[in-house]
């Protein structure tokens, strides 16, 4: 049995004082039995989230790495460093990343490994652009990325990762995928996994759909056979929407 996990995923925003805050706001009530909770915020709220969340049972997780552990590599931040501030998630190759920040299925690779050989668990990534989606290419985009992202990695090391299916023309435009689509993707991102590490691997690995995820529409994707949380942006910015959020993936 998975266990579902709802990661919100704060993008550029909130300051110190506000993440405490929202800590402060959300204890007690995003937290779930059978729900696995996690917050990835900016790289500046990492410390005071993991303070503020000592004693809870959410968890805090970066929103990238750099895949090497230590070098000149000015700006950047490495595992070795996330673990360091008890940090528990990363989420990896995020479309963001990929469009704005020359993020490669190569560079996500380096990352997925940087990130076990710390001892993190990441979220990674994938998803199709609209014009992909209109070309009848969501599988094959999803079979490419999936693929080079997994590649060298463990059966044991996959077993314990995290995928994002976040189809591009749904984020943040308040677009979503139907859950029937998204449970269709997913089931055959996790065909994928089976094929890469065998059945029990794939009945493990845990597959997410992102792509505005609300409280209003949270239970429809979690009903669904193969879709086991959500990478949520813009609804995990409120306590009281994370909070629904949360209590909604039961
Ligand atoms: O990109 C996302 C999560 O990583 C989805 O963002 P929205 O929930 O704001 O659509």
Redo the contacts with the bound molecule.
């Keep these: 049995m998975r266990t579902p996990i709802i990661a919100g995923?704060w993008k550029m925003f909130k300051t110190v004082p506000e993440a405490k805050t929202f800590i402060e706001e959300v204890k007690g009530k995003a937290e779930v039995d059978g729900v696995e909770s996690v917050i990835c915020a900016p790289f500046t709220n990492l410390p005071a989230l993991v303070e503020a969340a000592k004693g809870t049972s959410i968890k805090i997780g970066a929103q990238n790495l750099h895949f090497e552990d230590n070098g000149a590599y000015t700006g950047e931040i490495s595992g070795e460093m996330l673990k360091d501030l008890g940090v528990d998630y990363v989420?990896i190759g995020?479309?963001?990343r990929r469009a704005y920040f020359a993020e490669t299925d190569e560079t996500v690779n380096k990352k997925m490994h940087a990130a076990f050989r710390h001892g993190l668990t990441p979220i990674v990534?994938v998803g199709e652009k609209l014009e992909e989606r209109e070309a009848g290419q969501t599988k094959d985009v999803c079979k490419v990325q999936t693929e080079a992202a997994f590649k060298g990695l463990s059966a044991e090391q996959a077993a314990q990762a995290v995928i994002?299916y976040?189809p591009i023309w749904?984020?943040?435009?308040g677009k979503s995928s139907t859950a029937q689509d998204a449970n269709e993707v997913i089931s055959y991102i996790r065909e994928l996994v089976k094929g890469l590490y065998g059945e029990d691997v794939a009945s493990k690995v845990r597959i997410q759909y992102?792509?505005?995820?609300k409280p209003e529409n949270v239970t429809e994707y979690m009903g669904q056979s193969d879709i086991d949380g959500a990478?949520?942006?813009?609804?995990s910015l409120q306590p009281a929407s994370y909070i629904q959020l949360v209590q909604g993936a039961k």
């Excluded at 749904?170 to 435009?173: F, V, Y």
């Excluded at 990478?231 to 609804?235: D, R």
């Design positions: 995923n989420i995020h479309s963001e990534c994002a976040e749904a984020i943040g435009t992102g792509g505005s995820v990478l949520v942006g813009g609804a």
